[in-house]
């Protein structure tokens, strides 16, 4: 049971769902100008004034191509920020659920991954979000690190929402088909996250530690485009939206080869989740079901 939680980053897309969610709740929602996880002394006097029961952290730096020349930046939201947030939480012994990624492992797995595997970060974004893991992990407070993958959602900045105005605007697109994951709606996470603090016992050693946290099913971005143009067409006409340029066959497969950018990516970002399950018998919906709960909520 928690009393007072205090949730950063509430204008990104995990962090807007899940105050949302927790309206009813003792919330205290800070953004970026209330909370500026670069400055330590700021999350230090803040977490101390607020005296949370538990502390939720969507915030972080998301810029995955941009990290590669902003490496500093990068590790001190992602990393120093998460060491500070947690070693002020184990100050008050409060819980700390935090956000990671797919981005942690090379994608050189055939199968999803499952936490215990080796990680092996091929970009500066993704060895960022590993150290604020292992600085969390080094504490002994209880924690929850969801690692989660291709995150969209009705609101925010996302692949989703570039495929509807590319779709609108252009004749055809080109859509990587060659890296694999489950698109993962923030709505759908912060259902979960909800459901996590109610359920959570963070003095029983198995519910403290790193979780999958992802739609289920996966496909490729290509398969997602296909997908996001076949969702809205079917809501376009009752919902008097434009019709879109681009249908199927203009959508062409390209592979990551094709498309080079700063950052590398993982080919598979597909994360088995499991000991979510197991542990809190928690299970997303596919990443087709998210969909379709996103696009019902889209207003044009
Ligand atoms: N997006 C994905 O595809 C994806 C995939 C896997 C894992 N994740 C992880 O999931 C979590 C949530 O991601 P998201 O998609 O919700 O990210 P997002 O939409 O990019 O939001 C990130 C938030 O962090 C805030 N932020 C950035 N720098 C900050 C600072 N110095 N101080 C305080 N706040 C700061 C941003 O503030 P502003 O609004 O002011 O910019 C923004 O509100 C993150 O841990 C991310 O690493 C994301």
Redo the contacts with the bound molecule.
């Keep these: 049971m928690h009393n007072k939680i205090l949730l ?8 807007h769902a899940l105050k949302l969610k927790f309206l009813q709740d003792e919330v205290i929602a800070l ?3 209330q ?4 400055k330590v002394h700021d999350i230090r006097r803040i977490v101390r004034e607020v005296k949370p029961d538990l502390i939720i ?6 810029a995955v191509d941009k990290a590669e020349t902003e490496s500093e930046l990068a590790f ?3 990393a120093t ?1 998460a060491q500070v947030l947690a070693e002020e939480a184990d100050r008050l012994n409060a819980g700390l659920i ?6 942690v492992y090379d994608g050189t797995k055939k199968e999803a991954y499952i936490e215990s595997d080796e990680v092996n970060p091929v970009s500066v974004y993704g060895r960022s ?1 590993l150290a604020g893991e292992d600085a969390i992990r080094a504490l002994c407070l209880p924690h929850l690190i969801l ?6 959602g009705a609101y ?3 692949f989703f929402k570039t495929i509807l105005r590319l779709a609108s605007e252009r004749d055809s697109l080109r859509i990587v088909v060659d890296q694999f994951g489950a698109p ?1 709606s ?1 709505e759908c996470i912060a259902d979960a996250v909800a459901q996590l603090v109610d359920r959570w016992q963070p003095n029983q050693e198995n519910q403290t530690g790193i979780f999958h946290l992802t739609n289920a099913g996966s496909t490729s971005w290509h398969g997602f485009s296909c997908e996001i143009i076949n969702a809205y067409n079917c809501l376009h006409e009752d919902r008097k939206w434009p019709e879109l340029k681009v249908n199927f066959e203009n959508i062409a497969a390209i592979t990551t080869a094709d498309y080079p950018t700063p950052a590398a990516r993982p080919a598979n970002s597909r994360l088995d989740n499991t000991k979510l399950k197991n542990t809190f018998n928690i299970e997303l919906p596919s990443w087709q079901v998210g969909l379709q709960q996103v696009m019902q909520t889209l207003s044009l």
Excluded: C, M
């Excluded at 950063?8 to 962090?15: E, F, K, L």
């Excluded at 909370?35 to 670069?38: M, N, Q, R």
């Excluded at 952290?57 to 998301?62: I, L, M």
């Design positions: 950063t980053g509430i204008n990104g897309q995990v962090g953004s970026r100008e909370l500026d996880l670069s952290n969507p915030a972080a730096y998301t001190a939201i992602n920020a935090h956000f990671s990624t797919d981005y979000k690692r989660t993958s291709w995150v969209y925010g900045k996302n993962t923030s």
